[in-house]
């Protein structure tokens, strides 16, 4: 099981509090406390696992080490070591207790979320001309602590969308060594799937429906993974009764949930083009031009169909090498 969107509680160490003490060398008397330590701070940083979210799925209440009181004889006490949380790259950030969002869009990009407090002084730093033998101290000041939201948004060269046994991740499977799993039935795909086909990340998005974006079927949650995808290939399967009608569905429901989302460059491919005859084939391209000149019938079983795709996608590594 994915998870994509998750909701925690992070807080950062407490600085330690200065400590009283005085010198116990012969000679050389006075404050000898040292200061505390200060908090560990809570840092994120971005990986490529994309299942990283899943650590959250019972553990929503983390925080960093505190630091240590201060010592004796000057010596200050050691600092809180910092809590990294890794996340998949392309994670948003949702403070929700201030409001700010912050985005790691980078493998091994890091941002500090919660800050460690400060670690307070011990009474040697309070020794002066008319105080030479200081009790004062200060306690370490407390740590950061907020709600945040983690909502990871796939970062993908290309999406493949379309209605539930459209074919996605056959081709998925096809073009890259993705190992998704396949059935003729809906919602075979329950989260995304990934795979790489020489330099281009491809995305397997999990077969959307008609009021997807209202909540049906698996609801809107995988629309967002769609939204940082360059290039659409949008599936219709050729056996279809009306792949204008499913073409339209899967367009309409992009739109309803971001309208920059109808903007991306899309190729539309009439997939399971081995079920249908040539005729009836013909006739469902002629229709879907109308709508999207780029149709193309494929099919996984089929070598020279599947060609055609490898074309457009190694035009696509040529054009972001340009």
Do not use: C
Not at 20 to 44: I, R
Not at 158 to 172: C, D, M, R, T
Not at 210 to 239: C, M, N, W, Y
Request: overall charge neutral; proline content about 5%; glycine content about 12%.
């Amino acid at each position: 099981m994915l998870i994509d969107d998750v909701v925690i509680k992070a807080s950062s160490g407490r600085g330690g509090r200065g400590a009283v003490a005085f010198n116990k060398n012969m000679k050389s008397l006075g404050p000898a406390g040292g200061s505390g330590g200060n908090g560990g701070n809570v840092v994120v940083e971005a990986a490529s696992d994309l299942s990283l979210l899943n650590q959250f799925r019972f553990k929503k209440d983390i925080s960093a080490e505190s630091g240590e009181p201060g010592k004796p004889q000057f010596n200050d006490g050691h600092t809180g070591a910092d809590l990294i949380l890794k996340v998949p790259v392309g994670t948003i950030i949702h403070n929700m207790t201030t409001g700010a969002d912050y985005e790691l869009v980078k493998i091994g990009e890091r941002i500090v979320i919660a800050k460690g407090g400060k670690g307070g002084k011990g009474n040697f730093h309070f020794k002066s001309s008319v105080n030479t033998s200081p009790t004062q101290y200060q306690d370490g000041t407390p740590g950061e602590e907020f709600m945040f939201r983690l909502e990871l948004k796939l970062i993908a060269d290309v999406g493949i969308i379309g209605l539930p046994s459209a074919g996605k991740s056959s081709l998925l499977n096809e073009l890259t060594n993705a190992q998704s799993k396949v059935g003729n039935y809906p919602f075979t795909t329950l989260e995304p799937n990934l795979g790489v086909y020489y330099e281009l990340i491809l995305a397997d998005i999990p077969g959307l429906i008609e009021g997807s974006s209202q909540g049906k079927g698996l609801g809107d949650r995988f629309l967002r993974h769609i939204e940082r995808t360059e290039i659409l290939f949008h599936l219709v399967p050729a056996d279809s009764p009306d792949p204008v009608h499913d073409y339209t569905v899967i367009r309409s429901e992009l739109g309803a949930h971001n309208p920059a989302l109808l903007t991306k460059k899309e190729f539309l491919f009439l997939s399971k083009s081995d079920m249908v005859t040539e005729a009836d084939l013909n006739e469902k391209i002629s229709l879907l031009k109308k709508l999207n000149p780029t149709v193309v019938p494929i099919s996984v079983y089929n070598w020279e169909s599947l060609d055609g795709v490898k074309r457009i996608l190694n035009e696509v590594i040529k054009g972001k090498k340009i």
